[in-house]
């Protein structure tokens, strides 16, 4: 891997005549997000240093030239980035060549490489290059690229046509942020740079036809120059499809770099940026890598800034990558791993599997180690984050720049990183740019925000288009206060929310903050919120954000939030409606001083990822039996990594919604009819589950098993994975037709299953592991939302005829389902299904053969959309199911390895679709037959007895 990666890099090579060309300069925009407040462009009275970034080349020894030698006029970065931003950008990539040379040979290649990964190209027809003139379609297919490639062959510079349309690439790449990445198709770049072999007698020739003192003949020859001058690829001896592969590669992590969203009123970031430009500049002859910090409290603007450096520097550096939120995201489960992955995804196309930290920092000293890195690590609290994500200097190449934000300078410090910046808040003049209103009112409400850029976007956000005697109302209202705090002015914004979007607040304040979107629905949803709609109006008033997909909100947002709540009754928590400190709920569940106020309960101990962990076992928390006694009104009780001591049973209120205990004490119901959703209670040993369930931590004896379950029609999601004492499942389970998520994954000792499923709603069903259990269950009736079965493991002999009736099923597993003896010939109804795993089934023998002329309601049976069938270590002594290759029309991967057939059917090669074919440890198999013409990959190793071999495919 790390040799394919080390041959697609691109061959740097130093311009050997750049001390003669004259050095342009242009600013370097500060990000696409920026926007011109009220119509009217940025203020030109502060002018900042240009800088002079040199000519795209990956592998630059120097960041930037000094910007006191430019010789062009100061133009301030933040227009020059709001025409970069208006800038429309069509095409991701522009193909320019000499047609005669390449269009249809490795041009056609390249762009269908180009297509085929997703990349927009633009190449132009035949028709439209006609006479010498650049045409106008090509002009703005050029201004309207990312990317030029330019590909450099042997008549290139014979046509006027291809050196004006190199002229104008050239003048974008100065004027438009355009990046140019040449390929040098059998020609050497010094033939380009310096004129020499074809390219000089063409250029001769065009002296000869416009004359020696041409000033067009002069501008291409000055255009090949700095062109040929630029890093890019050469084809030498290279196969051509191997060139192609990495150009495809390497434009592809090019394209991924796109500038961040800033902010929308980006008041007072120039001036910061070209302070850190400068700062960075200063680095010493033997920093290799410059680490550099930027410190100061919440909400002072660290990740603006941050992203506007980051835009204004990436245009230099081969791997670029700002990872957020790193204090929160390490928290999560494998947060440290997914950010290690994020950081690598920057430089392979392929996902990478990391299953440690301690692989991931080796994968990223390996891949990085050569490549000039612009790394952000934004938000950092503790070392560990660090030492997993930016060790040391020597994990990335020479002219580096890591940059770290954070609260703590001391981490800094600590981490050896002695540039520290400290960010500081906004003056009076910079905030007033942000708005259009009376100045004594703009005077007024910076007096509350107190120059922090967070408080001036929420409050500017709440008043923006509002009129002076409104501005007049909330100016009045917050002067009530003379001691007003930051939490009080954003407290404005949730004021004007309803009801219902204040819950949904709060509890995402409280408890979900970082969490994904689709599980923050599914909790607030189960409590009977309009979820989806209440988190687009939080939105929009500026109180969360929705990032990759979840939910963050600035800190100084958050305190506002839980200072809320602790507001409710600053001296008793059981007063309160949300409980998440570790004191507060001890003092509720110990003390039994709940009551009818607390709504929701989410205490989360479980010790981040990748830091050293106390083996001792936590203190538990004694819950006293009536604890939930006087709490009627919970819906939410989230307790994960507490460690609970109860003597008796726990009994919960009827009104919870929303159950997740992982190694639970006993707990039950009220009697009657409760409401709840999701029950989620891993690794509790069930002694019995019912209207009146108890969930013992114990292990279980004599046997157990889950009771009626009809008191709980509402259940959404039933997660019962590890509980080994569970034995008994009751048929009422069966019939909770809301149910969408039933999962026993290692209930090893569950042997009676529902016979008969009716769980109309039914998504996704998981009994993997659970190796008692003989009988899969009946399915009544078509059952319209069921998608993935998985069974591996268990006990099942057989399934039945009506598993037809799954009628959107597309994953089956049943590898190591030892006992399975036999499928119905109705599984090929299944017409949906794309993955069928009967690995390690040893007593199946045999396949049901699908005869092509039965017909059903539908027409012919057979998998429609089968894509892999695993049929490994099944002691097969016959494939013929095989010869109804109708029944098989999509099938890619067919794994038969460790079987013992001895010839396969003639007709495989009508699977035309077959991609992958292992007969791996088929030790009669003697001949394998003629295969499609599209095989990728056949594994045969350790077939004994194989004498013939199909005449064209690849064996291993």
Request: hydrophobic content about 40%.
């Amino acid at each position: 891997m790390e040799q394919a990666e080390s041959a697609c890099s691109f061959e740097a090579r130093e311009s050997e005549s750049q001390s003669k060309r004259k050095r342009l300069s242009t600013s370097l925009p500060i990000g696409e997000g920026q926007r011109r407040v009220r119509g009217r462009p940025a203020s030109p009275r502060a002018k900042p240093t240009l800088l002079q970034p040199s000519a795209l080349d990956f592998r630059s020894k120097t960041l930037w030239s000094d910007a006191s030698h430019s010789t062009e006029a100061h133009v301030p970065s933040a227009l020059l980035m709001a025409a970069s931003s208006s800038m429309k950008r069509n095409y991701n990539v522009f193909l320019s060549f000499r047609g005669t040379d390449v269009r249809h040979g490795f041009l056609s290649h390249l762009y269908a490489a180009l297509k085929d990964k997703g990349i927009h190209t633009f190449v132009d027809r035949e028709e439209l290059r006609k006479g010498e003139e650049i045409s106008p379609t090509l002009m703005r297919a050029i201004e309207e690229s990312r990317i030029a490639t330019i590909v450099f062959s042997e008549n290139y510079a014979s046509s006027p046509w291809c050196l004006e349309e190199l002229l104008k690439i050239m003048e974008c790449k100065e004027q438009n942020d355009l990046m140019v990445v040449p390929v040098f198709y059998k020609v050497e770049p010094r033939e380009v740079r310096e004129g020499r072999e074809s390219y000089k007698r063409a250029m001769d020739n065009h002296e000869c036809k416009f004359g020696k003192d041409s000033k067009k003949v002069k501008r291409w020859k000055k255009a090949l120059s700095e062109a040929g001058s630029l890093s890019g690829w050469e084809l030498n001896d290279r196969d051509e499809a191997d060139l192609i592969q990495c150009i495809v590669k390497e434009l592809w992590i090019r394209l991924k770099q796109t500038p961040l969203h800033v902010a929308k009123y980006p008041v007072g970031i120039d001036s910061r940026v070209q302070e850190l430009i400068w700062l960075s500049q200063k680095k010493s002859a033997d920093d290799d890598v410059l680490m550099i910090g930027l410190w100061g409290p919440g909400g002072m603007g660290k990740t603006t800034i941050a992203k506007a450096l980051y835009n204004a520097m990436m245009r230099q550096f081969q791997v670029c990558s700002f990872l957020e939120q790193i204090r929160e995201k390490s928290r999560q489960s494998s947060g440290l791993v997914t950010l290690q992955k994020d950081l690598l995804s920057k430089i392979v196309v392929d996902p990478l599997t990391i299953y440690s930290v301690a692989r991931g920092i080796s994968l990223i000293q390996e891949r990085l180690c050569r490549k000039k890195v612009l790394l952000v690590l934004d938000d950092v609290d503790h070392m560990n984050q660090l030492n997993a994500l930016a060790g040391k200097g020597n994990w990335f190449g020479k002219g580096s720049i890591i940059i770290v934000t954070t609260r703590n300078k001391q981490l800094l410090t600590s981490h050896g990183i002695n540039r520290v910046h400290r960010i500081q808040t906004l003056g009076s003049c910079e905030a007033r740019k942000s708005v259009d209103i009376k100045m004594d009112l703009i005077d007024r409400a910076l007096h509350y925000c107190g120059g922090l850029p967070l408080a001036l976007e929420v409050l500017g956000s709440f008043l923006s288009g509002r009129n002076e005697a409104a501005w007049e109302s909330a100016l009045h209202r917050l002067s009530k206060s003379p001691d007003q705090t930051i939490n009080q002015v954003l407290k404005t914004s949730f004021d004007g929310l309803d009801n219902d979007e204040r819950e949904i607040f709060l509890d995402i304040a409280c408890f979900f903050k970082g969490e994904r979107i689709e599980y923050i629905q599914e909790v607030l949803d189960s409590c009977g919120f309009e979820t989806i709609i209440g988190i687009e109006i939080l939105i929009e008033r500026s109180l969360i954000k929705n990032e990759d997909g979840s939910l963050q909100m600035h800190d100084l947002v958050q305190l506002m939030g839980t200072d809320i709540v602790k507001q409710e009754c600053r001296d008793d928590p059981g007063k309160r409606s949300r409980l998440w400190l570790l004191e507060d709920v001890e003092d509720v569940f110990c003390h039994n001083t709940g009551t009818d106020a607390v709504k929701a309960i989410v205490l989360d101990l479980r010790p981040p990822e990748a830091m050293v962990v106390d083996l001792t076992p936590p203190e538990a928390i004694i819950i006293s039996p009536d604890a939930f006694t006087k709490i009627k009104k919970l819906r939410i009780l989230i307790l994960l990594g507490v460690h609970i001591s109860s003597q008796a049973q726990v009994r919960l209120p009827n009104e919870l919604r929303w159950l997740e205990w992982s190694n639970a004490p006993n707990l039950e119901f009220g009697s009657g009819r409760n409401k709840l959703v999701s029950l989620d209670v891993p690794k509790s040993h069930i002694r019995q589950l019912g209207g009146n369930f108890h969930v013992s931590h114990l292990n279980a004896s004599p046997p157990v098993s889950i009771c009626d379950l009809s008191s709980a029609p509402n259940m959404e999601k039933l997660i019962l994975n590890g509980c080994e004492s569970l034995v008994e499942v009751h048929p009422s389970v069966g019939n909770l037709v809301k149910l969408e998520v039933l999962s026993l994954e290692s209930c090893s000792n569950v042997s009676n299953f529902p016979n008969t499923l009716r769980n109309e709603s039914l998504k996704f069903l998981h009994l993997s592991d659970c190796s008692k259990l003989e009988k899969f269950p009946d399915i009544d009736g078509k059952m319209e939302d069921l998608e993935k079965v998985y069974l591996e493991g268990t006990a099942i002999k057989e399934l039945p005829a009506s598993i037809q009736n799954l009628v959107s099923l597309n994953e089956l597993c049943l590898a190591f389902c030892k006992d399975l003896v036999r499928l119905p010939p109705d599984i090929y109804k299944l017409k949906n299904l794309e993955y069928l795993d009967l690995s390690d089934c040893s007593n199946l023998i045999t396949f049901p053969k699908n005869m092509e002329d039965s017909i059903d309601l539908d027409g012919l049976m057979g998998f429609e959309r089968l894509s892999y069938l695993g049929l490994k270590g099944c002691n097969l002594s016959e494939v013929e199911f095989l010869e109804s290759t109708s029944s098989f029309p999509e099938l890619q991967i067919l794994n038969l390895s460790y079987n013992k057939f001895t010839h396969l059917p003639t007709c495989i090669n009508k699977l035309y679709h077959l991609r992958l074919l292992k007969v791996e440890g088929c030790e009669l198999l003697q001949e394998i037959p003629q295969l499609p013409s599209n095989i990728y990959e056949l594994l045969a190793p350790k077939c004994k007895s194989l004498q013939k071999l199909p005449e064209y495919v690849g064996f291993r």
